[in-house]
């Protein structure tokens, strides 16, 4: 089938990528049934390699950096975007003094160098910037920190499962005095270590559930780390044998010095025995409430924002597809706020065999963009993100999560809506529209992506959610694997809103119109610093980071049907 990887592409990849896939990735509905010795087994053969092999830990000393650079210091003491959304708001808003680019400068950016992530079919981990560092992980389990100017490897660790979560950088406090550590996510496990060296400080298993993981990035404040846990069961329960489902999605509050946890505070009661199935599998709920994104802090109320995604099976419960606030010192629930009730789904649901889809049937909207946190032009404050429903909304932290204003930008489904996240500069809200759509591949059971349907920019005023503009898509003409679906996070400088798509280009949008002041399509094979063979594919997943004079975003993502992709851009003016 032409959106399975081929031999040569399979032989390409570590056996660890491979393995996530079938523990977390698409492969699960059809791996759960093997012993983990089996998945690893298979995982060697399809690739031809142990999980000794050096390949993904050993980049080539021409890629590393030959010069000291400076001594870490305090990342906000120059240009940086720290974590997922550049700030504690969540915003994913740049000002323009630390992005050293404005709307007049696009025209000359080109790219300054690519970096190629070896064994990986996807680029879709999220960059970040601190003290000239660009640190950013990859699929294979790769995490890098790298000179921004050039892109040379300062230091690499390899962490135990893909990373596709930011990295955020904070001060802490250990034996041996008090020192900056970058922390992550991969698989079930939050990771600390040096931002100068790249040494493991701790390792914490934050969830034991099989198909755990972490997707949203973790977010630092206060010596305290807080991690948001998702799982892949929602596509392990697309097997009619699998007794579908026990996952409870989670927030984590480590302590940042030492990896302990503080507080685990669960978005779903104690799964329990409900009914068996028609082939007699036993099956479980209330299930799921994963929280997919990265939360916001809110200084003031003391307290942590967090949304969360729908049920994997019946009962349905009232803490999915919700907007959350917890307690930053104990993680107790201030309140809920629930956006869709009886969305239970899992990947039966899609498939001619639904023997383990829930009877609710979803219609899986829930949210995989995070909360934004805003002061309205009126003073007061408001909590604002898109769902897969298509619709965005905004409610009230101060006001047990009342609605303010709801409005509807696109249909909504399965791949449809906002998927990653919107951006704001404080006067509007800028929102790309996924609502991917599927056609049937002739003579065969599969679907591929519709080039015809999905995408476009919105501007939403903060204050009522009434449209200030509307860009629609633009079309894919006869590219393979295209859709106009704009699933990437968005990412703001005044002026100026970024939105990738999945048809690979970039494009930045006027905030005071959505006129298209650049576009920039990244399918095309790059010649890399660091010497690895690499291509540009969709974009979807992380947005654009944007400091100190450049642009970052990575291109490639094979999931549901995209261009599969490896590598890292970082635009300048003229190059330079």
């Not at 679906?485 to 999945?502: D, H, K, L, Y």
């Amino acid at each position: 089938m032409d959106r399975a990887p081929t031999h040569e592409a399979l032989h390409a990849m570590s056996p660890e990528r491979v393995l996530a896939a079938m523990e977390s990735g698409p492969m699960i509905s059809m791996a759960n049934r093997q012993s983990a010795a089996a998945r690893r087994a298979i995982a060697e053969f399809i690739t031809g390699k142990s999980f000794s092999h050096p390949m993904d830990t050993a980049p080539p000393a021409a890629a590393m950096c030959t010069a000291p650079g400076p001594e870490f210091g305090d990342p906000a003491s120059g240009p940086e975007w720290n974590g997922w959304g550049q700030n504690l708001l969540n915003t994913r808003f740049q000002n323009g003094e630390q992005a050293g680019l404005s709307a007049s400068d696009l025209s000359r950016l080109k790219v300054k160098w690519a970096f190629g992530f070896p064994a990986t079919l996807d680029a879709n981990a999220h960059p970040a910037i601190a003290n000239g560092r660009l640190f950013i992980g990859s699929t294979s389990g790769n995490v890098y920190s790298l000179d921004a100017a050039s892109g040379c490897i300062r230091w690499y660790f390899k962490a135990d499962a893909g990373v596709r979560s930011a990295i955020s950088i904070g001060r802490i406090q250990s034996g041996s005095g008090s020192h900056y550590a970058a922390f992550f996510g991969g698989g079930p496990f939050a990771y600390a270590v040096a931002a100068d060296t790249g040494h493991l400080i701790w390792k914490t298993q934050v969830d034991t559930f099989p198909a755990a993981h972490i997707t949203g990035s973790p977010i630092f404040y206060n010596n305290r780390l807080f991690v948001p846990v998702a799982s892949g069961e929602e596509g392990a329960g697309a097997s009619p044998d699998y007794e579908c489902c026990r996952f409870r999605g989670s927030m984590v509050a480590l302590d940042a010095s030492t990896g302990k946890q503080v507080w685990k505070t669960y978005t779903i009661p104690e799964p329990h025995k409900t009914k068996k199935n028609r082939i007699g599998t036993q099956l479980w709920g209330p299930s799921g409430a994963p929280i997919w994104s990265s939360p916001s802090i809110d200084v003031k109320d003391n307290a942590l924002y967090a949304t969360t995604g729908d049920n994997y099976s019946d009962p349905t419960s009232r803490l999915s597809d919700a907007f959350l606030a917890f307690n930053l010192d104990t993680g107790k629930i201030l309140w809920s706020r629930q956006m869709t009730a009886s969305d239970a789904y899992t990947a039966a649901c899609r498939i001619p065999d639904k023997t383990n889809c829930p009877e609710s049937n979803g219609p899986d909207f829930d949210f995989s963009s995070g909360p934004i946190l805003v002061t309205l032009p009126n003073g007061k404050r408001a909590l604002v993100a898109g769902q897969k429903s298509g619709l965005v909304h905004a409610v009230d932290p101060d006001n047990q999560g009342e609605q303010i204003w709801s409005v509807r930008v696109g249909e909504g489904g399965t791949n449809g809506g906002v998927q990653w996240g919107s951006a704001t500069d404080g006067k509007n809200v800028y929102v790309a529209l996924a609502d991917l759509g599927r056609v049937v591949v002739p003579y065969s059971l599969s679907t591929d992506v519709d080039p015809k349907k999905g995408g476009g920019m919105f501007a939403l005023s903060l204050d009522t959610g009434k449209r200030v503009w509307y860009t629609p898509p633009v079309p894919c003409g006869d590219r393979k694997r295209c859709s106009p679906a704009q699933s990437a996070a968005v990412t703001a400088i005044p002026g100026v809103a970024f939105s990738g798509s999945v048809d690979g280009h970039l494009r930045g949008y006027s905030t005071t119109d959505g006129a298209i002041l650049w576009d920039v399509d990244t399918v095309k094979p790059y010649t890399t610093v660091n010497g690895e063979e690499a291509r540009g594919g969709s974009m979807d997943g992380p947005g654009p980071v944007i400091a100190g004079g450049m642009l970052f975003v990575n291109s490639g993502y094979a999931a549901g049907g995209g261009m599969p992709g490896n590598v890292l851009l970082a635009f300048s003016v003229d190059g330079k």
